[in-house]
């Protein structure tokens, strides 16, 4: 629960949302407002509508880790903008691991790291292209071990999520270079998290790629059926189930 305290000791509010919890951020925005803070907004929501959200101080359109070292830079003079937007994707081999001793390992039933950005497809509902852009992009083999070796020496035990938009966009590096990686990591500390993440349905078509996964300790993949209409799927764009 959102309490009183969690903004009077602050200096800047930051806040990430996604569209469906907007009515929290008024909320959020108010009371920060209120007690005299200064806020900075970003993800899905504010990139895809910041028109929406002019009372905030500092909006931080698209990636992190892109913008934020250089509103980061203009604050340190003084000088921060009202909008920063990025003109390109980022380059996932500079995203940094996550400070994960900012959270009690304790609080959460599944811990989240991300291997790749983007999808190619074009489903109507979905906000990923817009979002992360129409090409997959993937952290590299040595990044995404070491941040796993950071959650295991932290002591997180259990389950990770791949939160990928959709996982399997780059199978050629998943089967030939990441994927077994991973197994042996796995086998040599004794497996000590499962992984579950989302694909398209087209990963049935591969079982290759599927035996890896499970070798690599997968045990559940959240697949996009939308529904079993064609003519609903085709009005949709989902079209790598029709
Ligand atoms: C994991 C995930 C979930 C998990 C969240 C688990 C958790 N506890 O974290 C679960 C399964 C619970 C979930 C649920 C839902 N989700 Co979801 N989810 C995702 C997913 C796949 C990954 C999110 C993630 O961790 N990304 C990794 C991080 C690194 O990326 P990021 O969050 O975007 O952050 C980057 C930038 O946005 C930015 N940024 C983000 N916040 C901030 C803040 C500041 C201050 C700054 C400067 C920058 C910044 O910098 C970051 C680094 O580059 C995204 C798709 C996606 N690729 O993002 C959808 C997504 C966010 N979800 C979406 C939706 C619609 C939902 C649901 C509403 C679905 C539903 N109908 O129930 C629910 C809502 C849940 C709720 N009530 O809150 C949409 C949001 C669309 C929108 N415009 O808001 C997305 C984009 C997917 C889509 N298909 O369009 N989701
Ligand atoms: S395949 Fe999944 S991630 Fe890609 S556009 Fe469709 S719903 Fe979005």
Redesign the pocket.
């Known amino acids: 629960m959102f309490r009183d305290e969690d903004i009077l000791w602050a200096d800047y509010v930051?806040?990430?949302?996604?569209?469906?919890?907007k009515n929290s951020v008024r909320e959020i925005v108010r009371k920060a407002k209120d007690f005299g803070k200064k806020i900075?907004?970003?993800?899905?929501?504010?990139?895809?509508s910041p028109d929406r959200f002019e009372e905030i101080d500092?909006l931080?359109l698209?990636?992190?880790?892109?913008?934020?070292p250089h509103?980061i830079k203009d604050l340190t003079k003084g000088e921060a903008k009202h909008l920063?937007a990025n003109s390109e994707w980022?380059d996932l081999s500079l995203?940094p691991i996550p400070k994960w001793d900012l959270i009690d390992f304790s609080k959460y039933a599944?811990l989240?790291v991300?291997y790749c950005?983007?999808c190619p497809f074009d489903?109507e509902?979905?906000?990923?292209a817009?979002?992360?852009g129409k090409e997959a992009r993937t952290k590299n083999k040595i990044q995404m071990l070491e941040e796993l070796e950071t959650l295991y020496m932290k002591g997180w035990r259990g389950i990770v999520?791949f939160?990928?938009?959709n996982f399997i966009l780059k199978p050629h590096n998943l089967k030939e270079i990441f994927l077994p990686a991973l197994a042996k990591w796995m086998e040599e500390r004794r497996y000590p998290f499962s992984f579950l993440t989302?694909a398209s349905i087209n990963l049935g078509e591969d079982e290759d790629l599927m035996k890896l996964m499970v070798a690599a300790g997968f045990n559940s993949v959240?697949v996009g059926i939308e529904t079993v209409e064609k003519k609903s799927l085709i009005e949709c764009r989902k079209v790598m189930n029709s």
């Open positions: 930051f806040i990430s949302a996604m569209e469906i919890q900075v907004a970003g993800g899905p929501l504010f990139s895809l500092h931080l698209q990636e992190a880790e892109t913008n934020l509103f920063y980022t995203s599944v989240s991300q950005r983007g489903c509902f979905c906000d990923v817009l979002l992360n999520f939160a990928d938009d989302q959240f």
